[in-house]
């Protein structure tokens, strides 16, 4: 019986060792290049207050604001202006209590189907594009696709990112302001305070089915396995990066969807770019576009491949690339 079970153990090894190695051959092969950073020519302008077009700028210029707020944004014509006018009133009030302060909002509309551009292009108008710009993207890319490309028009010495859902309460940018300061001398003056749900986990435990808290916990173990160790939250919408380490972290990112969040941490944890997490206060917000299953399956799938095309070599990591 004792060699039957040694042998089945042995054969077992065998298979899972031969699976490894074909999905790692799979995930070479199909491995894409890096993301076109090419914009279509209409994606080069944004429209001012007047309607008239103009260039937009680039990460490698020299920032001239302290912060831009970049804004994905897919179909969110009804969610939108909920969060512009926390994020604005913000704002306003804080360039108003300290005029020395300076900022920017970058709404990119991820090629919606609805008037998400038009609702967005009036607060452009309210407040003057030198502080709300709409980038309108000719296809949908994918939230990290649009991020990228609002990160790359951005001219603030840090950057956040903001979901257009307004879950996150937006005065919390204080918060990750400070926890970025809080991890100063930053190497090359590089670092990311992510916002964190993770201290609300047993609260959402609470109002889930058992089959979603089961995905969360397959889902979390996956990221710490695979890619990302020391961060309990990689998928919280709220990040702030110097512009430094915007720049560096989205020349290598490869994944344009939801799992972008966790490329984006691993890259970073490879460049050594301090990283602190930062509890937000956050209220689920109806109307996701993610679908529970299916998007957590594709997940899984993305870090998975993450892990091996890295490993083979399939990507690599860029120091710094500029976009035509």
Not at 13 to 31: E, G
Not at 172 to 182: F, H, S
Request: glycine share 6%.
């Amino acid at each position: 019986m004792a060699p039957l079970l040694l042998q089945l153990a042995g054969l077992g090894a065998v298979l899972a060792a031969a699976a490894l190695i074909l999905i790692s051959i799979i995930a070479f092969i199909s491995a894409t290049e890096m993301p076109q950073l090419h914009r279509h020519e209409e994606e080069k302008f944004f429209l001012n207050a007047k309607h008239q077009k103009e260039t937009l700028p680039s990460i490698w210029d020299s920032p001239t604001k302290q912060l831009s707020v970049v804004v994905p944004s897919y179909n969110e014509e009804e969610r939108l202006p909920v969060m512009m006018d926390e994020a604005l009133d913000y704002l306003e009030k804080r360039q108003k209590n300290d005029p020395t302060f300076t900022y920017e909002v970058i709404v990119v509309d991820d090629g919606s189907k609805d008037q998400t551009s038009k609702v967005a292009f009036k607060y452009c108008q309210k407040y003057g594009s030198d502080k709300v710009r709409v980038i309108t993207l000719m296809k949908n890319r994918g939230k990290g696709g649009a991020v990228r490309m609002g990160v790359f028009s951005s001219r603030g010495e840090n950057i956040l990112m903001a979901d257009a859902d307004g879950a996150t309460k937006f005065p919390d940018v204080e918060k990750l302001e400070k926890g970025l300061n809080d991890l100063q001398p930053w190497p090359d003056q590089m670092a990311i305070a992510c916002g964190s749900r993770a201290h609300l986990e047993k609260e959402s435990i609470a109002k889930r089915s058992y089959f979603r808290t089961l995905l969360m916990y397959g889902f979390h173990f996956l990221v710490w396995f695979l890619c990302v160790k020391g961060i309990r939250d990689t998928q919280c919408g709220f990040k702030l990066l110097t512009r430094e380490a915007a720049s560096r972290t989205f020349s290598s990112l490869h994944i344009e969807r939801w799992a972008f969040d966790v490329e984006l941490l691993y890259i970073a944890q490879c460049f050594k770019i301090p990283i602190a997490e930062i509890a937000v206060n956050w209220t689920e917000i109806e109307g996701s576009k993610l679908v529970p299953f299916w998007s957590w399956l594709q997940m899984g799938k993305d870090l998975l491949f993450i892990r091996l095309r890295y490993l083979t070599g399939a990507w690599r990591l860029v120091q710094t690339r500029k976009m035509n």
